[in-house]
């Protein structure tokens, strides 16, 4: 089994930064890609930005520019560095990591609130 920890959400003023932080544990070789994803009351959950195992990154068109994900293999630790927010930022932000083996898992869920 692969536990996910997620840390780092709360409330912020509209133009601050937050830093959300997800570690893995558990029983697997490696991590393939790790991800960000996010869900508004209301609406579908949607990518906020992915990482490969090799550091290639991808983002969503609402975040390019103000949010940055990094990875620590070593800690098998992903972070996403969201600056500028916005409230239309606000949601539950999940965690995912698809293992070498492919299995998925996501995390327990962060709420960032975002105020005007």
């Known amino acids: 089994q692969v536990q996910l920890v997620e840390s780092g959400g709360g409330l912020v003023q509209a133009g601050g930064s937050l830093r959300l932080s997800c570690a893995a544990s558990?029983?697997?070789?490696?991590?393939?890609?790790m991800a960000w994803y996010r869900q508004a009351p209301g609406k579908q959950r949607e990518l906020v930005a992915r990482?490969?195992?090799?550091?290639?990154?991808n983002y969503g068109d609402h975040v390019k520019g103000r949010f940055t994900i990094s990875r620590d293999n070593a800690k098998n630790t992903v972070y996403l560095q969201m600056n500028s927010l916005k409230p239309e930022d606000t949601a539950v932000y999940y965690c995912?990591?698809?293992?070498?083996?492919?299995?998925?898992?996501w995390g327990q869920g962060t709420q960032v609130t975002v105020s005007s």
């Open positions: 558990g029983r697997f070789f490696s991590i393939n890609a």
């Open positions: 990482i490969s195992s090799a550091g290639y990154t």
């Open positions: 995912n990591v698809l293992l070498a083996d492919t299995r998925s898992y």
